[in-house]
T-cell receptor, first 114, second 108 residues
Framework: DAGVIQSPRHEVTEMGQEVTLRCKPISGHDYLFWYRQTMMRGLELLIY????????DSGMPEDRFSAKMPNASFSTLKIQPSEPRDSAVYFC????????????FGQGTRLTVV | RKEVEQDPGPFNVPEGATVAFNCTYS??????FFWYRQDCRKEPKLLMS???SGNEDGRFTAQLNRASQYISLLIRDSKLSDSATYLCVAIRDDKIIFGKGTRLHILP
């Protein structure tokens, strides 16, 4: 298995534009997590899914952020409209049957909003 | 106050030395604990789980103290390749909560 695949690896966009980040989890993993990492705040859990269903989105900063998981092999995190303070590295991670096991991270998307 | 807290460091340690750092968690309902390692501009990767009885993996030893609500990581005979950020993780109610990490620099 190729591991968790995220795209794009880097994204530079102008303030106000829509940004869509994509994630393909490891096949067979039931949990999918979206994290945001900044120097100031560290690694923050934004939302996670279990069997494609959003379980906890309390970490989503505001209504500009939305996440979907239409099937077991694909998830998106969308920011609309984007703002400079959204600049961060966004990681997707997946985990097998129970969350009390190892989470495997993708390489991340480095987002810069100018 | 963040739910999982770590000393950000950096810890600058000579090669071959032993280094230890702690992580505290505020929610007593936390069920499972892990240490992850993150290299510069890379993704976090699991280093080891932390068991109540303590556990060892080669040069690495992890301990859990539920009474005082902290976990620790000890690295013996440190190598240059141990330079990284070490992230403490607590799991509560199926949520994986990361600390901000402790930066470790091993000096030649």
């Amino acid at each position: 298995d190729a591991g968790v695949i995220q795209s794009p690896r880097h994204e530079v966009t102008e303030m106000g534009q829509e940004v869509t980040l994509r994630c393909k989890p490891i096949s067979g993993h039931d949990y999918l997590f979206w994290y945001r990492q900044t120097m100031m705040r560290g690694l923050e859990l934004l939302i996670y899914f279990n069997n494609n269903v959003p379980i906890d989105d309390s970490g989503m900063p505001e209504d500009r952020f939305s996440a979907k998981m239409p099937n077991a092999s694909f998830s998106t995190l969308k920011i609309q409209p984007s703002e400079p303070r959204d600049s961060a590295v966004y990681f997707c991670a997946s985990s097998p049957g129970t969350v009390n096991t190892e989470a495997f991270f993708g390489q991340g998307t480095r987002l810069t909003v100018v | 106050r963040k739910e999982v807290e770590q000393d950000p460091g950096p810890f600058n340690v000579p090669e071959g030395a032993t280094v230890a750092f702690n992580c505290t968690y505020s929610n007593s309902a936390s069920q499972s604990f892990f240490w992850y390692r993150q290299d510069c501009r890379k993704e976090p990767k699991l280093l080891m789980s932390v068991y109540s009885s303590g556990n060892e993996d080669g040069r690495f030893t992890a301990q859990l103290n539920r009474a005082s609500q902290y976990i620790s990581l000890l690295i013996r005979d440190s190598k240059l390749s141990d330079s990284a950020t070490y992230l403490c993780v607590a799991i509560r109610d199926d949520k994986i909560i990361f600390g901000k990490g402790t930066r470790l620099h091993i000096l030649p």
